[in-house]
């Protein structure tokens, strides 16, 4: 029972519980058993038989559901939690990313600034860049002031912060151990450089690519740990396991 949104929540805060336990050594503690126990019992992401798309409140396909309770076209995405920021929703589970899919399709790109911001973010976790940057396109030219400031309206600072976040997404994401480059670069972005990015780890990730794909990367080291690199050469995906020192420079041209 319930909606996506707030099991999708508890999932992840329960996930992070038990990350740092096992970091703290606490993975027998009683408190850690019960976090497990709840946590094995959370069902979150359910697809609509009708829709196609991920469920807002997990009893949609129940007779008698209130459809009123159900907004097609609304601003907020709430049950798309588990794709962004969160991870529940990836590549490693293509049934729900294509009903990720379905349900932006089904809210539409036009939207208030903030909103605009977050489905550039929602869309590439999903890769495809050349959808993010419609949206982003959207986002300026529809959704922003002469002085750049993004208008709700009066005033959002979310649409702002939210764009260049998408921005961000379109060019690294990443996790603990894992860093992939170019995941949503579209391709009015071909060619490009960009620094400065931050990647889970407190690594720092400069880069240069052409026609879509990586040819040299730095990465300034945030701390010691094996991670996982991914990125694309001559069309196919590349995951190459490197090892980080905190403070040194990693370089590579793929």
């Known amino acids: 029972v319930g909606n996506t949104y707030e099991q999708t929540l508890i999932a992840m805060v329960l996930d992070c519980y038990l990350k740092a336990a096992k970091i703290c050594g606490a993975e027998t503690d009683d408190l850690t058993k019960r976090v497990k126990e709840v946590a094995g019992k959370l069902d979150p992401i359910h697809i609509n038989k009708k829709t196609g798309g991920i469920k807002e409140w997990i009893d949609e396909d129940a007779s008698g559901f209130d459809f009123t309770a159900v907004e097609e076209h609304h601003r907020h995405t709430s049950n798309l939690l588990g794709l962004y920021p969160g991870h529940l929703i990836d590549h490693n589970t293509p049934e729900w990313l294509e009903a990720a899919k379905r349900s932006l399709d089904l809210r539409g790109d036009e939207s208030t600034g903030w909103s605009r911001a977050m489905k550039m973010c929602l869309w590439s976790r999903t890769g495809d860049g050349d959808r993010t940057y419609k949206i982003f396109r959207g986002l300026l030219e529809q959704n922003t002031f002469p002085n750049l400031w993004d208008f709700h309206p009066p005033f959002q600072i979310d649409g702002n912060f939210g764009g260049t976040a998408g921005v961000a997404e379109m060019l690294l994401q990443s996790r603990e151990g894992e860093i ?63 090892r980080l020192k905190a403070g040194d420079l990693f370089k590579d041209k793929p």
């Open 180 to 242: 992939n480059l170019l995941p949503a670069i579209p391709g009015e972005w071909k060619d490009g450089h960009a620094f400065g990015l931050k990647a889970v780890g407190g690594h720092e990730v400069r880069m240069r690519w052409e026609d879509k794909e990586v040819k040299e990367i730095e990465i300034l080291s945030g701390k010691t740990q094996e991670v996982l690199l991914i990125y694309k050469k001559d069309g196919e995906l590349v995951k190459k396991d490197i």
